[in-house]
């Protein structure tokens, strides 16, 4: 077979989830919300303002500013994190709300680039870890006392 023709490649990825006490439906309304992302992605975001291009923002990192989308599906309960690290260079991050009971499991996967070193994918996994654990009191906390 010449080339890479039927070569399937993968790269190295990790999923990690948290169990929330909240509805689904709240999980999945505050985590497609661009404007919460700093309040649980500590470790990432900063800050986040929208884009002059329409459905992007721009994300206030340790490393600088990086435009996002998000793709979100109400009815599949999946919000998509779609980053632009450099011009011409796309990175998704894939998440997705499911029920769990009256709570709800939150599932987030991200995908180690090619050229990011496993010292840097080790540090955003460990840092995911800690703003799950965020993103879970957050949701709990605004379950408990709503507004």
Excluded: K
């Amino acid at each position: 077979m010449p080339g890479n023709a039927g070569h399937i490649t993968t790269t190295r990825s990790d999923t990690r989830s948290v169990t929330i006490d909240a509805p689904a439906s709240h999980v999945f309304a505050f985590v497609a919300d661009p404007e919460n992302l700093p309040r649980w992605a500590v470790g990432f975001c900063r800050a986040i303002r929208p884009d002059v291009e329409p459905d992007r923002w721009i994300l206030s990192t340790g490393e600088g500013e990086m435009p996002i989308r998000y793709v979100t599906n109400d009815a599949t309960q999946t919000i998509d994190f779609h980053f632009s690290p450099a011009p011409g260079i796309e990175v998704v991050a894939y998440s997705r709300v499911l029920p769990n009971g009256t709570g709800a499991e939150y599932l987030f996967t991200q995908f180690q680039s090619i050229a990011m070193s496993d010292e840097v994918f080790d540090r955003q996994v460990r840092a995911l870890v800690d703003e799950l654990q965020v993103l879970r009191g957050l949701i709990q906390a605004r379950a408990t006392c709503p507004t």
